[in-house]
């Protein structure tokens, strides 16, 4: 079974600041990993997502994140904060589907991102 | 390509009515899904179709929730008798090789 661990429910940065947004995964096989952003009442958009080959994966608004198999982890990171970053952010995790399609997502319990001015 | 549409996007119903919503997915996606997020929490899996099978359903699911695929394309899921516990964002995503994408969610309030 897959589970998906975010540490820390709340992180407050000052704008320009750096975002670290934690997330530790646990996977029977080699697992695919997503970042989601969600905005209020809104579903949820992409950031970034690993499947295969380079482990620095570059997203959307100045995102990436880090496969480190060795740490079962996938962080979130930003360089410098901007105000329209605040928001909930979700990690997940995915079964590989046969090989042709994604399976189905295992989220974390969210963390809540304010950027303070 | 508009991709995933979902519909209503709310709905408010009294205890005990019976509810039902729709998910359109992108065309060329043969995955679909449903997830149910409530407040403060994550998004739980219910159930996801192959074309128009149905191959899982989450514990989660009770029998008073069915989906269906009908002909692979779009999806509805009904909620019957409703409770307050059902209470939550449903969310509707499809995927295929290239991607996994999530619909805007249908916000159910029950009274």
């Known amino acids: 079974a897959q589970s998906v661990t975010q540490l820390g429910s709340h992180v407050s940065v000052s704008e320009g600041a750096l975002v670290l947004l934690r997330c530790n995964y646990s996977?029977?096989?080699?697992?695919?990993l997503f970042w989601y952003v969600q905005y209020p009442n809104q579903g949820l958009q992409l950031l970034l997502k690993y499947t295969t080959g380079a482990t620095l994966v570059k997203g959307i608004n100045g995102f990436e994140a880090e496969f480190k198999k060795s740490e079962t982890s996938f962080h979130l990171t930003k360089p410098s904060a901007h105000m329209s970053d605040a928001a909930e952010y979700f990690c997940?995790?995915?079964?590989?589907?046969?090989?042709?399609?994604?399976?189905?997502?295992?989220f974390g319990q969210g963390t809540i991102l304010t950027v303070h001015p | 390509d508009t991709g995933v549409s979902q519909d209503p996007r709310h709905k408010i119903t009294k205890r005990g009515q019976n509810v039902t919503f729709r998910c359109d997915p992108i065309s060329e996606h043969n995955r679909l899904y449903w997830y149910r997020q409530t407040l403060g929490q994550g998004p739980e899996f219910l159930t996801y179709f192959q074309n128009e099978a149905q191959l899982e359903k989450s514990r989660l699911l009770s029998d008073r929730f069915s989906a269906e695929r009908p002909k692979g394309s779009f999806s509805t899921l009904e909620i019957q008798r409703t409770e307050q516990g059902d209470s939550a964002m449903y969310l509707c995503a499809s995927s295929s090789t290239g991607g996994y994408t999530f619909g805007s969610g249908t916000r159910l309030t029950v009274v």
């Open positions: 997940a995790v995915s079964e590989i589907a046969g090989g042709t399609s994604y399976g189905k997502l295992t």
């Open positions: 996977s029977s096989v080699p697992p695919y």
